[in-house]
């Protein structure tokens, strides 16, 4: 494989890793990736990949040199070709470096050679006993062990906070197309849930609705917890305010009634329930209304909104700088209970909005 044939077959190995998990902590290969030596974070997969590419390539050759060996080859040039942009496209989850084999430790013939010089010997012994075995044990085994390599930056990158670039002012319509665009992909009802917790923490904080705002896992049952809702917000004294279910499509007969029980079990006195849905569904309609206006008459207000109109009647009353507020809030809850692919769409909507200027 070229350089170009080399990335396009990492990012298919990569993009693959990410459908499949990210996998359990894996000692050996998590102490290369996530060394505290930046050089040795890039060596691993570039030395890794360069023989992935052309197998006559030897993992512990690092350069051409004078002489040539057996195996040798440039390893500086494919990492500047092939892994650093790879990185820069990934949040630099391995580190800035545009150069990394510029660094003293990776400006020799091999990587077995002259580890008694430098300063972190054990770290580059731990590399050396890594890839050694690897370098005549076969294709096969240099691929299955490349993607445990990939699946610890998988782990590296969903310990890390994204960059995302909010900008310092965005209309009310840029802001609705973008949480449009961003509600439409499927996600399991993930991206719904994270809008509806963010944008209430935001509403809360604007008008002095609440003081607190929980929210639940995604898989977390709310019968298991005794929650009666997704999201719940709480006033300064810990009452429940309002309790939201979140559905990532239309709203059923049995999605009301369900709820009515659970508010109707909950330890904590519940008055507002409300559905952050995008629709009742059409041939449950006049019973859902029903079932909502019988639990008015016993105490409890039942509403359904979808999060999109919610969020354009409520930011419409707003000074335009809660709208940033609003789209910083929603890339924190991401980084909490998100993974890559989520995180990733939102850092690039935002990206794509126009004006060019951004806050941190």
């Known amino acids: 494989m070229d350089n170009i044939e080399a990335r396009k077959w990492l990012d298919g190995a990569w993009d693959r890793v990410l459908e499949t998990g990210i996998g359990e902590p894996d ?57 650093v942009p790879w990185v820069s496209d990934n949040h630099d989850v391995l580190g800035k470096s545009p150069d990394p084999y510029v660094n003293n430790p990776l400006r020799r ?72 665009e961003f509600l439409a992909e499927a996600s399991g009802g993930l991206r719904p849930l994270v809008v509806t917790a963010a944008m209430m923490t935001v509403l809360g904080r604007a008008f002095s609705l609440f003081a607190n705002v929980l929210s639940q896992g995604l898989n977390e049952s709310d019968s298991s917890t005794g929650a009666p809702g997704d999201v719940m917000c709480m006033d300064s004294n810990g009452n429940m305010v309002l309790a939201i279910e979140v559905k990532d499509r239309a709203l059923t007969l049995a999605d009301v009634r369900g709820s009515i029980q659970k508010a109707r079990a909950s330890t904590d006195p519940l008055s507002n329930l409300l559905f952050a849905s995008p629709s009742i569904r059409d041939d449950e309609r006049d019973v859902i209304n029903e079932n909502m206006e019988a639990a008015w008459a016993s105490g409890l207000n039942i509403s359904q909104i979808d999060v999109v109109d919610l969020v354009n009647a409520s930011f419409a009353l707003l000074p335009e700088e809660w709208r940033p507020k609003l789209l910083r809030e929603i890339g924190t809850e991401l980084d909490e209970r998100a993974d890559h692919a989520h995180r990733r769409a939102w850092h690039d909507l935002l990206s794509d909005i126009s004006g060019g200027s951004s806050s941190s």
Request: hydrophobic residues 45%; positive net charge; proline residues 3%.
């Open 27 to 83: 000692t050996e290969i998590d102490r290369l990736v996530n060394s505290k030596l930046v050089s040795i974070r890039y060596a691993i997969l570039t030395q890794m990949l360069g023989k992935i590419a052309n197998a006559n390539r030897s993992l512990l050759s690092l350069q051409l040199g004078t002489e040539q060996s057996p195996g040798a080859w440039d390893a500086r040039s494919f990492c500047s070709a092939v892994i």
């Open 109 to 180: 013939q091999r990587l077995d050679e002259g580890t008694h010089q430098l300063r972190y010997k054990q770290e580059w012994d731990a590399l050396v006993s890594f890839l050694a075995p690897l370098d005549t044990g076969g294709r096969i085994k240099l691929e299955a062990a490349f993607i445990r390599c990939l699946e610890s930056v998988a782990r590296r990158l969903a310990a890390q906070s994204f960059g995302y670039q909010v900008p310092i002012r965005v209309s009310l319509p840029q802001m609705i197309r973008v949480l449009e």
